[in-house]
C-alpha cells in the first residue's frame, strides 16, 4: 500500500542528517538558543494512570467501519493495553514553510472515531499530533523561512486539538514530537506549552528523537518524551546477548542523563520491524522483498523488557504501531500483534501493571 509505505517511510529518513542535525544543535546551545533551567521550576503535574502502556494507533489501516474497529480494539486490548495513543496530523507545504495547514492530510478515519472506539474497548485514548509535509519529510528536517511565524501558526494548529482532548476528557497530551531542529528554539516552545495549558488541564510533554536528547526546556513539560529507536548492533540478526546489553546500556545512560529534571520517561513510540535489521536501524521500514525475521522482533521487544523491568523511572511505554494485523503490510512491518513479539510486550505490560 503507497499511503502505508510513505508514513512508515518518515523513520528511515532519520539517520540521514544525524551529524547536520547534532552540529546544529551544538551551535544553537553555543549561541545561546538553548535556554538555562529555570530557577523556579514549576512542579510537574501527576503522569496520569502511570505505568499504564499500550500502541500507538497505525490510523491508516483503519476503516470507518464501527463494528469491525472495536473488534480490532478488542484485539488490542486483549494484549494488556491499557492506553492507546492517536496521531492526529496536521501538514505544511514543505520543510521551509512557516504556516502549518497550508495542506490536507485525509486519513481514513478521524481521530476523535478512533478515540471513541478505543474507550469502548477499556483502553484510554490520547493524541499525538504529527506535521508532516505532502512528500512524507520528517519533522527534524523542518527548518522553516520565519521561525516566529511558524511557531504561530504551529500554535493556532495545536490548540484546537488540545480544546479537542480537553472536550474528550484526556488526560495527556504530546505538544510536538521529533522536531529536531525546531527543539533548539526552547523560549517558543515554553511560550507554546504555557498557551496549550490555557486550554488544556492534563499533562503536557513533548517528543525527542533517540539522537536528540540534549535539551533544557525539560522543567516546562511534565514528562521527557522520546522516539526511542535506538540501534541495538551493528550487525543483521545479532545475539540475544549483545541486544540484552545494549538495553542495559542505554536504561544507565537516560536515568542518569535526565536526572537532574525530576521528570518520568514517556518512550512515545518504541517499534521494531520484523526483519532482519531491526536491530540495527530499527526505524527503518522494509522494503517488500526483504525477508521476514519475526524472532528478531521479538528479541528486540524482550531486551526491552528486562532492562526495564520494574523501573518506575519509565512512566509510560507505547509500542508503534498497530492496525490491521491482519494486513499484508503488517506482515514486515512494526506490527506486533499475532506475532511471536506480542508476547513479550503483553508480559511488560503485565508486569508495569503490578508498579505502583
Keep these: ?27 544553537g546551545a553555543l549561541s545561546g538558543a538553548l535556554s538555562p533551567p529555570s530557577a523556579h521550576a514549576r512542579s510537574p503535574i501527576p503522569i496520569p494512570d502511570i505505568y499504564e502502556d499500550g500502541y500507538v494507533a497505525a490510523v491508516w489501516n483503519f476503516r470507518n467501519d464501527e463494528a469491525k474497529a472495536l473488534k480490532t480494539m478488542k484485539r488490542i ?38 478515540a471513541k472506539m478505543a474507550a469502548l474497548a477499556g483502553m484510554k485514548p490520547s493524541y499525538l499530533p504529527l506535521v508532516i509535509t505532502p512528500d512524507w519529510k520528517w519533522r527534524g528536517y523542518f527548518k522553516p523561512d520565519d521561525v516566529d511565524e511558524w511557531f504561530k501558526s504551529y500554535t493556532g494548529w495545536l490548540v484546537p486539538i488540545a480544546r479537542e482532548a480537553q472536550r474528550l476528557g484526556m488526560r495527556e497530551l504530546v505538544a510536538g514530537t521529533e522536531f529536531s531542529i525546531l527543539y533548539k528554539y526552547e523560549n517558543k516552545w515554553r ?10 488541564t492534563g499533562a503536557i510533554l513533548v517528543t525527542v528523537n ?65 526483519v532482519p535489521h531491526a536491530a540495527r536501524t530499527p526505524w527503518a521500514s522494509p522494503s517488500k522483498d526483504s525477508p521476514q525475521d519475526l524472532a528478531l522482533q521479538a ?33 514486515l512491518g512494526f506490527e506486533t500483534i499475532g506475532k511471536p513479539a506480542e508476547k513479550s510486550i503483553s508480559r511488560f505490560f503485565e508486569e508495569r501493571s503490578h508498579l505502583r
Aim: glycine share 4%; with cysteine.
Design 1 to 27: 500500500m503507497l499511503f502505508y509505505n510513505f508514513i512508515m517511510n518518515t523513520k528511515p529518513v532519520r539517520m540521514m542528517a544525524q551529524t547536520v542535525l547534532s552540529n546544529m544543535v551544538l551551535l
Design 77 to 114: 486490548a486483549a494484549t494488556g493495553a491499557k492506553r492507546f495513543i492517536i496521531p492526529y496530523f496536521g501538514c505544511q507545504k514543505d520543510v521551509t514553510s512557516s504556516a502549518v495547514g497550508t495542506c490536507e492530510v485525509k486519513m481514513p478515519v478521524t481521530p476523535a472515531f478512533l
Design 191 to 200: 511560550e507554546l506549552v504555557r498557551t496549550l495549558r490555557k486550554t488544556f
Design 299 to 331: 528479541r528486540c521487544f524482550e531486551a526491552f523488557r528486562k532492562a526495564w523491568h520494574g523501573e518506575k523511572n519509565l512512566a509510560r511505554l507505547t509500542v508503534w504501531a498497530t492496525g490491521d494485523p491482519s494486513s499484508q503490510d503488517a506482515r
Design 210 to 274: 533517540w539522537d536528540d536528547i540534549n535539551h533544557n526546556f525539560w522543567d516546562e513539560f511534565d514528562a521527557i518524551g522520546m522516539s526511542a529507536y535506538f540501534p541495538l548492533s551493528r550487525v543483521d540478526n545479532p545475539p540475544q546477548e549483545e541486544l540484552d546489553k545494549a538495553w542495559r546500556k542505554k536504561h544507565r545512560e537516560l536515568l542518569k542523563h535526565f536526572a537532574k529534571w525530576q521528570r518520568p520517561i514517556e518512550f512515545t513510540e518504541v517499534g521494531y520491524p520484523s
